[in-house]
């Protein structure tokens, strides 16, 4: 049974930082695409970063770009996402997700893989 787990959320202050990682599980997914996604209430989910089958590229959102950092540790089966300078509009529960194939989409439907989420917040 293939699982992913986030890890790494929580309460942060405009401007900090917080580190998300996604333990995956149940095959390995070195030679996937996988990514970052966040949903706020009341809104649709929507693509925040992604890193090719063996992290050769990444593909970041215009609204997090220069601030969040994607990567993946294969031998862990482990992907994380770096967020730095963060504002309240960061705010939302944040999802991993991976896909089979090596290719990065920012399409959530492409992704047949899907964590439970975590949450994050900013305060102003």
């Known amino acids: 049974q293939v699982q992913l787990v986030e890890s790494g959320g929580g309460l942060v202050q405009a401007g900090g930082s917080l580190g998300l990682s996604c333990a995956a599980s149940?095959?390995?997914?070195?030679?996937?695409?996988m990514g970052w996604f966040r949903q706020a209430p009341g809104k649709e989910r929507e693509f925040v970063a992604a890193?090719?089958?063996?992290?050769?590229?990444?593909s970041y959102a215009d609204s997090v770009k220069g601030r969040f950092t994607i990567s993946r540790d294969n031998a862990k089966n482990t992907e994380y996402l770096q967020m730095n300078a963060l504002k309240p509009e960061d705010t939302a529960v944040y999802y991993c997700a991976a896909r089979d194939g090596s290719y990065y989409s920012a399409l959530p439907r492409d992704y047949a893989y899907w964590g439970q989420g975590t949450q994050v917040t900013v305060s102003s």
């Open positions: 149940g095959r390995t997914f070195s030679s996937s695409a």
């Open positions: 890193i090719s089958g063996y992290g050769w590229r990444t």
